[in-house]
């Protein structure tokens, strides 16, 4: 009943956000987690300059789970990496928590990066050679944690053991399947717990049932932490897992609505048959 | 992030690339053991002829017969005959002169029982011994009256007597034959070893110059006259006097050549020293080129390695680390790195330098300041292309460093 109930606090506050429009006073925009407001992003690829973004407005308030879909190349994950303070726009602004991005330093951006996002890359990312515990582990060492050692351990194995990994703590990355090494950087992800998850197609390499569970584990963090979570994904069955679905096409938001009926992983786990576990 | 984990991070991180980390490693080995053996082995050939130089004596003046300098006809040096045992009496009175031996050689077959060795006959005088500060170690150099009457006495070098009688046995009293006629043997040198001119000193059997010239060659010369000045200070001036002398008793005019030469022993040594120094800078700048190949090497590994390395900083900013964790890291692994290899090229320095003296004799002196060189050289190359790309991918955006290529 709980969680219905934050479910639908969610999808309230997805309507407030989608309803809002450039030029809000920034008393709005406090209540968000992520504001942008006109977010631009450009490349130049020698003499082109590719419009990544043309102008994003989005807001997200805390709390929600905004499933992001669009075609191959729309700027969804340059949108992510803005977002996520991995990559600075071109122009436009970003507020993160209320706060204006474009002046924090360096180290805040750190700081942010390590204690407040936990982010899934759509290529991984995993540190080579490394075994997957102290890739899990590495978020622990920076932004001045002060955990012991054995803390950090038993962090990142429960961590692991969260995305159903435990037994792979020693194995490198080149060790592990595509979907093993996916959920390793979704445990890295979610190993500071951070207050807003960004996963950028976190399940593009995973079969019917993992996806469902890292799902389910999504869902788990969204619903009972309140962790804020952006999901890209171009499968539009995945998206029904969030609270909110926005399209993006030729760097620009075209669609945004509330999910009606949103997906509970949960209970689908549940239904599904019970199969020998290929982990 | 606290000094020790900034340690471990970067201890990983070289854990992690074993291959990269030897093969930067091996450049710095290679050459840092290069300079410092091949340094140690110019340097300590230097002073060993520093030495030999010291141990000859430095007041020592050597007065020849000929003079090889001289155009036209050259009369090779001890083979003219313009050198007399009056001449050498005559130098006995110059000042600043304290001992002088004349001396004349051949070659000859030393017989001793059944045994014989072919070596130099060495034709000198009593005062050999003082001049070169040279003891008998058995018996005596023979005297006065064995050089008056060209007396058939011998000592005997140490090579000599190993091979004629082994090195147990005490020859004094012995007979030897050398070219077939009898010679009584008087005293044994104690070993000297090479020359400060590069002979084996030991292998000679001396005998009184009168003996030579009368008994052997049938000669009424001398081929040289070796001096040694009262004191060292005094041996230029000395060597002047004698020139002076013998250009006098030899009536040659100021415009016209000498018939002999008076040369000090520091003068002739100079010439090797010259020589030495020579291969020495040869020697360092053979070393210098494996530094620099070594140091090369290490460049390209670690350039080749920049594009891994960039993604591992975009990876650790994606996550978190700031700027400086992640260039204290860098810091931290090329430090190491330097140290170690540094310190291994050292050790092999050493063990190469120490091999080389033992199992080849060859004598080495290593150098301190081509440790210090070839560690710093080695050390700055490492850090400096460890830490400088870093520096480039921490300044970038955490997304461009991850997908650098
Ligand atoms: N570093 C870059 N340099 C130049 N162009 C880039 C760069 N990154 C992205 N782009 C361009 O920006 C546009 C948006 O790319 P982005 O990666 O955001 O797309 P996407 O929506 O995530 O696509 P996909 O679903 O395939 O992951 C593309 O046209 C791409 O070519
Ligand atoms: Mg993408």
């Given at each position: ?6 479910a ?15 030029g ?48 191959s ?11 996520g ?15 204006d ?9 750190a700081?942010?990066?390590?204690t407040?996002i936990g982010?899934?890359?759509?290529g ?29 351990h ?7 053991a ?92 075209v ?25 | ?41 110019g ?32 009369s ?68 006065p009256?064995?050089v ?63 003996t ?13 006259i ?47 020293v ?10 360092a ?75 080849m ?7 301190p ?12 190359t490492g ?10 991918a921490?300044a ?10």
């Amino acid at each position: 009943m709980a969680q219905a109930a934050a479910a639908q606090a969610g999808l309230e506050a997805a309507v407030v956000a989608a309803s809002s429009k450039a030029g809000d006073t920034v008393a709005d925009r406090t209540d968000n987690v992520i504001s942008t407001r006109n977010l631009v992003r450009t490349y130049e690829v020698g003499e082109h300059l590719v419009k990544a973004l043309r102008g994003v407005n989005l807001d997200v308030a805390r709390g929600e789970f905004l499933s992001v879909t669009g075609p191959s190349g729309s700027g969804k994950s340059t949108f992510m990496h803005i977002v996520g303070c991995l990559a600075k726009p071109t122009s436009g602004q970003y507020f993160l928590d209320g706060e204006d991005v474009s002046q924090m330093s360096k180290n805040e951006l750190a700081a942010v990066r390590n204690t407040k996002i936990g982010f899934v890359f759509q290529g991984f990312n995993l540190l080579s050679r490394t075994s997957a515990l102290d890739n899990v582990e590495l978020p622990l060492l920076y932004g001045g944690s002060t955990l012991k050692t054995a803390d950090r351990h038993r962090r990142a194995k429960d961590m692991l053991a969260a995305v159903g990994l435990a037994d792979r703590a020693s194995h490198h990355p080149n060790q592990l399947s595509g979907g093993q090494q996916q959920r390793v950087a979704i445990a890295r992800a979610l190993v500071n717990e951070p207050s807003i998850i960004l996963a950028d197609e976190p399940t593009g390499n995973l079969d019917t049932r993992t996806s469902i569970e890292v799902m389910g584990l999504f869902q788990r963090l969204n619903m009972e932490r309140g962790i804020t979570v952006v999901l890209i994904t171009h499968e539009h069955d995945i998206a029904e897992y969030g609270t909110r679905i926005v399209a993006f096409r030729d760097g620009l938001v075209v669609t945004d609505r509330p999910v009606t009926r949103r997906r509970a992983a949960a209970d689908e786990l549940a239904a599904l048959p019970v199969e020998a576990e290929a982990v | 992030m606290g000094v020790l984990m900034v340690l471990r991070v970067a201890l990983k991180a070289l854990a992690r690339n074993k291959m990269r980390t030897a093969l930067t490693m091996l450049g710095m080995i290679i050459g840092v053991a290069a300079v410092i053996t091949m340094v140690a082995l110019g340097t300590g050939a230097q002073s060993s002829i520093e030495t030999q130089i010291q141990a000859a004596g430095t007041n020592m003046i050597m007065v020849s017969a000929g003079n090889f300098m001289s155009g036209g006809v050259r009369s090779g040096q001890g083979n003219a005959s313009t050198l007399t045992p009056e001449d050498a009496m005559a130098i006995q009175e110059v000042q600043g002169v304290q001992y002088l031996a004349p001396g004349v050689s051949t070659r000859g077959q030393v017989v001793a029982g059944n045994l014989n060795w072919g070596t130099q006959i060495q034709g000198t005088d009593v005062d050999l011994p003082l001049i070169r500060s040279w003891p008998a170690t058995a018996g005596a150099f023979f005297g006065p009256a064995d050089v008056a009457s060209a007396a058939k006495v011998a000592v005997l070098g140490s090579v000599v007597h190993e091979q004629l009688f082994g090195a147990d046995v005490d020859p004094v009293g012995q007979i030897i034959r050398i070219n077939n006629q009898p010679f009584t043997v008087t005293g044994v040198m104690s070993s000297k070893g090479q020359s400060g001119m590069g002979q084996d000193q030991d292998d000679v059997v001396y005998v009184p110059y009168t003996t030579v010239m009368k008994k052997l060659r049938g000669i009424t010369y001398v081929q040289n006259i070796t001096v040694s000045a009262a004191s060292a200070g005094d041996t230029a001036a000395t060597a002047d006097r004698i020139a002076t002398l013998l250009r006098t008793r030899h009536q040659i005019l100021d415009a016209s050549e000498d018939d002999f030469m008076v040369r000090t022993m520091e003068e002739m040594a100079s010439v090797r020293v010259q020589a030495t120094e020579t291969m020495t800078a040869l020697l360092a700048s053979i070393a210098g080129v494996s530094l620099l190949v070594g140091g090369i090497g290490i460049m390209n590994i670690m350039l080749v390695s920049v594009t891994e390395r960039t993604r591992e900083i975009g990876l650790r900013l994606a996550i978190g680390a700031r700027g400086r964790d992640v260039l204290l890291q860098f810091l931290v692994e090329a430090i190491v790195l330097s140290l170690v290899g540094g310190s291994i090229g050292i050790a092999l320095g050493l063990g190469l330098s120490e091999g080389v003296t033992l199992w080849m004799s060859w004598p080495t002196k290593v150098s301190p300041q081509a440790v210090a060189v070839a560690f710093v050289f080695a050390a700055i190359t490492g850090v400096f292309f460890g830490f400088y790309p870093a520096r480039k991918a921490a300044a970038l955006d955490p997304i461009d460093a991850l997908r650098f290529e």
